[in-house]
């Protein structure tokens, strides 16, 4: 499959999961393989969706140890 | 017997002459104009008259069937006979004998119409004079011919069951006819002998009386001892001697929390019975189940030459067996508000009122702390609603609209899965008892939409093995945790991906405050080298 098939590909899932999602089309509506593949996309979606929640969490520690640092510093001072 | 009697029955014996019919007839006309009454034995004038109606009855048939000895008269003498009434036997009916020995039996209740050789002297009590005392003597000897036939006309099988029922109430003979169904009740219900019922209801009027003698220490000695031996080992709050004991056992069991419990000795004594007999013996002797006295346990220990804390050691085992057979047990509910009668309570009365016939016993306790008023209102509760149940299956009965399969599962604990030692350690340790418990933290996890594996991984020690495992298992009994998540359903997937991005949105404003916060501090110190580092970053 060339690259463009690909992106093809994932706009025709995109916009089922869109027709599915605004209720243009139902889940009985759905073949077994349109399920298959929307189920598939929806987990993908779902992993990269934790991976980033993963990855700001981590960010907001970082964030949260700075303030904690800047805050004695500025106690000090004072 | 009269003399003159004797003399007439010589006769008779001695007798070879044969009567025509025709003269038989005179003579027996002569007889009842004298008032007489022709009985089988009835001698006159050394004719045995009484032996001659019963063969002409007999003849008269045997020639009515065609055989050969019979006899047949002529429609005169037929018709003597007939109005001499000689050809219908003179009995009296089964219902006159019952009358006439129901009433003796009544008239004269010592005396035994079983043979007893002491009946006579006891006929002379009620006798005034000779006279009273022959006549007395003969109504004994007819009321006795009275029994004898009606226990005949059982052992064949004859007796109708009218008749059965009013020997059976009138306790002619125990042995043959039985016990009253009263009593029959009673003895079933105190697991006694029905002589020993008969007996205490005789004495006492009734079982209650005796309970509430006993417990009042007013009972003699032969009594006594009988009590202790039959009652101790009925095990009812109201009708122990030793209910306090109870009371305090129950305590030790479910704690001080519940007002009053409904709960079945039966398992009780099950669970007892289990115990090896050191263990009985301590426990019985700690509770004072026995003997009614409550020791401690440095009594106890210094008795049998062990240690105290070897025989704390011992009843604590016991009563943690006893709390664990009740554990997940559906046979105990608890009422805390009487009072106010809440729909579940009407519920409770109607199935009791349902189960009423049952018998196994239930009994109640009452939280001592609480003041007397109360305790007295609770108590009289209790007793009405005691008068209406006689449980068996109550609690099956309330729990028949549950579903069955969750039924077994609050049952499960998680030694009965059948788990590897390490799996079930991991479990145990993580502070799961029952397969109940574990599924409904589990659900609970899933429905904030993290997965199974998640959970697991979470406790100690639980690789992927032992997940796969316990999965396995709780899929052989029929719970699948990932189907209950919905995860495979696709719009609680879509739900899922929403609230993750929910999720994400909430971290990236939160981010964003942070660095204004950060940014503002930076602008105090006046460091913005860092500043520029963590944007590069």
Redesign the interface.
Known sequence: MSIFDEFEEKNRLLKLQKD??NGIIL?EE?TKKQ?EE??NL??E??RN??D??AR??V??KM??N??SK??E??KK?N | MDKSNNNELQKMKTYKEKVPLSKKIEIFEEFLNTGGEIVGKTVYKGYPIGMWAIQIRRKIKIHKMGLKGGINPSKEELKKLKVLGILEKQRETLDEKMDYLLQWVEKYPDVKIVWEPSAEKKLKGYAESDDEYNKLLLEYEKAKKCYTYICDRKSRGELEEKYFEKCKEAKLNPDIFGYSTHIEELSKKFGLEHRKVDYLLEKYGSIENFVRLYRNGKLKDEDLEFAKRTIKSYIDIDENPYSDNYDRLIEDIYGERQDIIFYSSKRLQEVIERLTERQKFMFKEHYGLETGKMKMFKTIAEEENISKSGASYIAKTVLEKIRKSYRNSREIFVLDKIEDESDFQKEMLEVFKESLDKSNIVFKTVKSSRNDSLKYFYSTKFDSIRKMIKIHNYEEKFYEEENTEKRNLADMTIDQLGLSLRARNCLMRAGFESVDQLASVVSKYVEDGKSVDDFFSKINYCGKRITAEIKLKLEEIGINLENDSGLID??S??I??ER??G??SN??Q??KE??E??NQ??A??GDNE?NKN?NDE
């Open positions: 599915y999602e889940e759905l399920k929307l189920m929806y987990n979606q779902i969706l934790e980033e929640i700001s969490k960010t907001l964030y949260k700075k303030i800047k805050m510093k500025l001072n | 696709l719009e997937i879509r899922k991906r993750l991005q999720e994400l971290l990236r939160r981010e942070a660095q916060l950060l501090y930076n105090l110190l860092e963590l």
